[in-house]
């Protein structure tokens, strides 16, 4: 039982929320729209410089960052299962900002990336054209296959970078699903426990009342022995009383 009860989630008063609560204002938020903004500026930078090779790596870097973000989405809802049922309005009011700055930002990192992805695929793609025109024995037919190849290979890619993005928030979904699941279930235990415990108090009270009744026989049974013959020369009546009295 004791192991059971681990699993139980502890609801606390809105006052002790507000603590990690305040972290993520005053420290967490403010951390992450720093990091955002240099992150843009030097995007920025990097594509008045045409410096692709930068930008790719800039890009590949920063995907980490957006995962955190959907971190901290995932740590206000934990911490909102903590919260005592009479305070859970008051908790969505003070985090509903903060659940759209967080949107806010993630969208911005993947606009970013969107806009350095469509300028280095048309990179590639004058670069492609570039190298085909030297090619003076290749037919206008096969030049034009091999641009369109191209073009596909990019679609393929573009598509699997949307698949990706669908499936992060997916598993986003799923883990707020997990958790609702999790909650209700360690919601039926307590029920059954309750159960068990208020099962368990009505057999000790049933076995203390046996216990009781078996007492008074003991005390009551050396006396009518004692009074042996006496007994039985009254006849069943004197018995009889004896018994009623006991009982």
Known sequence: MA???NFVINKQPYKIIEVPLA???????????NVYQQYKS????????NNYEQLEKEIKEKKRNVKQLRNLMYELDTLRTQVEDEDLDKFDMETLSLRKIILNLITGYTELEKTVNQVIERQNVELEKENLEPLE??????MQQTIEEIKLQQREEQLNKVENIH?????LNDIY???????VNQADLV??????????????IEGTRTLAKAHKWHDWWPHWSRSGSKGRRSGGGSLRNSWLHWW
Not at 177 to 183: D, G, I, R, S
């Open 3 to 5: 192991d059971a009860l």
């Open 167 to 171: 499936k992060d928030v997916q598993d």
């Open 42 to 49: 030097s995007i920025k930078k990097l594509l008045a410089l």
């Open 23 to 33: 972290k993520f204002t005053e420290d967490v938020i403010p951390h992450h729209q």
């Open 137 to 142: 024995g290749t037919s206008q037919i096969q």
């Open 177 to 183: 699903k997990n958790l609702n699941e999790m909650v």
């Open 191 to 204: 029920d059954q426990i309750s159960n068990d415990v208020d099962n368990t108090q009505q057999n000790v």
